[in-house]
């Protein structure tokens, strides 16, 4: 049997996290063979990568835009050739938290353009695509808030992780960047409202990846 590739993506705070809870749970109670990864850090040295790419350097110093794109594909081939490959090889279902719409929303909204992002994905991708990507949607002025209220539970050492105006519009063009990848691959992105009750996004989501399930020929009633 072949395996399955199944992705999930969405701007910060958009339930992400939440949701790729459940699914891995329905499925594992299903008893379906399933790896459930990330990124970036899905390997050993992804999980370097991603400090090396998300935690503030104590100099100061921060990646150059194309660095910091080299280093998110880095982390791509790594977690592609020793995790994802070897999975779907072995007929597993593949549930990755974040993939290459990711780069293509982020880096995109950061000024990288469409001729190094395609490149860089023929190299590492060779053509591999997820078989479903669950895209949440939702407006980032909505999603920050519940991220800063998040991170204000946590204490008030986390206060300062507030967003500003101009982070305010980085999400928002990172939000129609993956909109407009949805737009672009209709059967491919399952486009979820995210403001919706969490139940109701599991059954969104559920109602997408059953389908997918049963045609590659795996029990899920
Ligand atoms: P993470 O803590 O996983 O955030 P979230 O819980 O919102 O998924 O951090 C991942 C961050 O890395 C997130 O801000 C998006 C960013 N990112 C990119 O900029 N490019 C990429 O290719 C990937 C995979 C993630």
Known sequence: MQGVLITIEGIEGSGKSTQLLRLSEHLRHLELPLVVSKEPGGTNLGRELRRLLLERHPSGEAWCADAELLLFYADRAQHLETVIRPALADGRIVLVDRFEDSTRAYQGASGVGESALDRLS?????GLRPHLTVLLDMDPEVSL???????????????????????????????????????NHPN???LVPARDPADQVEAAIWARVAPLLRSAGFRVD
């Open 122 to 126: 023929d190299l590492v991708l060779r």
């Open 145 to 183: 808030q519940r991220v800063e209220v998040r991170n204000l539970a946590m204490g008030p050492e986390f206060a300062e992780t507030r967003f500003d105006d101009a982070e305010l519009a980085f999400h928002r063009r990172v939000r129609s960047r993956f909109l407009a990848i949805a737009q």
């Open 188 to 190: 491919r992105v399952a």
